[in-house]
Every structure is written in structure tokens, then in C-alpha cells.
């Protein structure tokens, strides 16, 4: 959410595109999707292996890398957008 409202005040601050919006509001969107989703596969997990189990570490850390995958990503679109305008600014 920090990561997210920073976008969010950056996009304000330097007047970013439409279309710019549209990456930095899905990089957000996806990133809390992909929590959301590991989340739900840590509760369900947990619920049917309340025990530990081999398997279920792999489940969650599968999940955990989805949700690793979907920040790298949204950090890769906030570099391209953010990046030039900093150094610019700066």
C-alpha cells in the first residue's frame, strides 16, 4: 500500500499520461490481486493441512512467488514511467 500511494502521488505529481495511468493503476491493481489470491491459498491451505506438510509449503511458496513475479513487474512499469522524470526532476 505504501508502494502504491507513492505511484499514486508520483503519477499526480508529474502529470502523467492517460495511458500512464492506466499501467501505474494496473501494476497496483495487479500487485494487490496477486496478494489477495495468495492469501486466500494460505487460508485454504491451512485449513485442509493444518499440519505441516511438504506440499503445502510448496503451495504457499508458489503463491508467494506469484505475488514476488506481480511486484517485480509493477516495479519494472514504475521505473520505466517514474524513473526518467526523477532524474530529470532531480
Known amino acids: 500500500m505504501v508502494a502504491a500511494s ?3 502521488f ?3 505529481f508529474f502529470a502523467i499520461e ?3 495511468w492506466c499501467f501505474t493503476i494496473f501494476a497496483i491493481v495487479l ?3 496477486a496478494e489477495a489470491f495468495n492469501t486466500g ?5 491451512d485449513l485442509v493441512s493444518p499440519d505441516y506438510h511438504l506440499l ?6 508458489v503463491a ?10 509493477a516495479a519494472a512499469i514504475g521505473t520505466i514511467i517514474f ?7 532531480f
Not at 41 to 45: A, D, F, K, S, V
Not at 64 to 73: D, E, M, P, R, T
Not at 83 to 89: A, D, E, M, N, S
Request: aromatic share 10%.
Open 6 to 8: 507513492i505511484a499514486i
Open 10 to 12: 508520483l503519477g499526480w
Open 41 to 45: 491459498l494460505e487460508y485454504i491451505t
Open 83 to 89: 524513473l526518467p522524470r526523477l532524474i530529470q526532476y
Open 64 to 73: 508467494a512467488g506469484g505475488v514476488l513475479i506481480a511486484a517485480i513487474g
Open 56 to 61: 503445502a509449503k510448496k503451495t504457499k511458496d
Open 18 to 20: 492517460k495511458w500512464e
Open 31 to 33: 500487485v494487490l490481486s
